[in-house]
């Protein structure tokens, strides 16, 4: 599950991407390095709210969702389109 999440999070961060990132995206990804899936859920979740746009929420979303046992939440996420 782990290697998901590493993939998931370089997908998000990939350089030359034009697009700016909101902090908030930064901080959800560092609490879900550190295992804090619990703690990054909210974030993601008040971002989407806010900016439902941006594809790499809901993917940190998914992968979040997925690690705190929410399979249904988790493919909501990933595949939001």
């Known amino acids: 599950m782990r290697s998901i999440l590493t993939v998931c999070l370089a997908i998000s961060f990939t350089p030359g991407v034009a697009r700016p990132q909101p902090p908030q995206l930064s901080e959800a990804s ?24 941006l594809p790499e929420s809901h993917n940190l979303l998914g992968v979040c969702l ?13 595949d939001w389109r």
Do not use: F
């Open 30 to 53: 560092e609490r879900m390095r550190a295992g804090d899936y619990a703690g990054a859920r909210p974030i993601l979740e008040a971002l989407i709210a806010q900016s439902p746009e």
């Open 66 to 78: 997925l690690q705190l046992k929410d399979p249904t939440g988790s493919a909501a996420n990933l």
